[in-house]
């Protein structure tokens, strides 16, 4: 049975992580698996993680400051003696596919899963990143990436020239992802009536809920049916005493992280994200698959996954204005609401079969 290293940060809930338990179980039981996580292997998603046939987790950090973590980690790479490597920190990898290189693991894979940094822009940081960058270059037998866009970020002066870069979309078992037909709108008091648009998203910086809080107050301004339902990590603390100052319990519900993000778009009438960066945006694309209309920012990576033809309800991240008239428009036509029902399409383009066995193929074959 061959066996699999594949570094990631934390096990928090996050587009990584999730992205990796799902093809993890889309495989389960085929190889041996080895989960490094450079901060610690802790979190809310790490209960799933041990459901898994032949997994490992492997209890030492990986610190850039300190080469003792790395002298260890070699040494258990050296012990284990795994067939492929696989590292998600995209340029940070730099270090750990080096020594994978020298302890000559065949399979060595960066994956790249933002579409831009997220450190402070200074001269250090910048010097830093190019030093990982290049040691990507030079130790991984593959470069992936979930989005043209950050490949052409990353790597705009060779991407296209090197047979080592690959695009591989995330997929989703739309299935099991459809089978679920529960909602919320009774355990949350939201009468029939009320037009119910979502978000999911952890709080930070690129998911924009300063953009989000500003929309909603101007939308029930004009319009009181609209409730929105934000969900999402750190979400129900960071924004509840917004709701709380601005008397907005009856418009906004709160939810912290969930398993069952399908309950929160089995409930939705539509969909806004207005996201400021993002590596693929999986939220969108599950609302996608659901076949919610939606309103998004006409940001690189939310582009790419949308056809053609709908890139009209995207618009700028900070655009108040614009989003609002978006969702209005939305909410009061039927006709628009049908039209932007894209499922069939999404289900195709995101299918978990095909994609997956583009990942698996780069790992073990």
Known sequence: MKKVFFLISTLNSGGIENYLLRFLKHYDGEFEIYIICKSSCEGELKKYYMELKNIHFYKGGLSYLNPIPFIKF??????????????????FAGIPLFLAKLARVPTRIAFYRGSTNRFKDNSLNKLYNNIMRNLVCYSATSILSNSQAALQYFFKDIHSEDNRFH????????????????????????????????????FDRSKNHSTIIKVIKK??????????????????????????????????????????????????????????TEGQPNALIEALIKGLPFVASNIAPILEVIPSAFRSQTVDADDVEQAVYKLLEIKN?????AELNISEWAIKKFDSDKLFTQFYDKLLN
């Open 74 to 91: 070699i040494r258990y790479v050296n012990f284990i003696d795994p067939d492929a490597i696989c590292d998600f920190t995209g340029n």
């Open 167 to 202: 695009v591989i979309y995330n997929g989703i078992n739309s299935k099991d992802f459809l089978r679920n037909k529960e909602d919320l709108r009774s355990s949350l008091n939201i009468s029939p009536n009320k037009f119910v648009v979502a978000h999911v998203g952890r």
């Open 219 to 276: 939308l029930v301004s004009i319009d009181d049916d609209f409730v929105f339902i934000l969900c999402g990590k750190h979400v129900d603390k960071e924004l509840v005493d917004y709701v709380k100052h601005n008397n907005l319990y009856e418009n906004v519900k709160l939810l912290g992280y969930t398993s069952e993000v399908v309950k929160v778009l089995n409930t939705a009438d539509c969909f806004y994200f207005p996201s400021i």
């Open 333 to 337: 036509s039927p006709t628009l609401q």
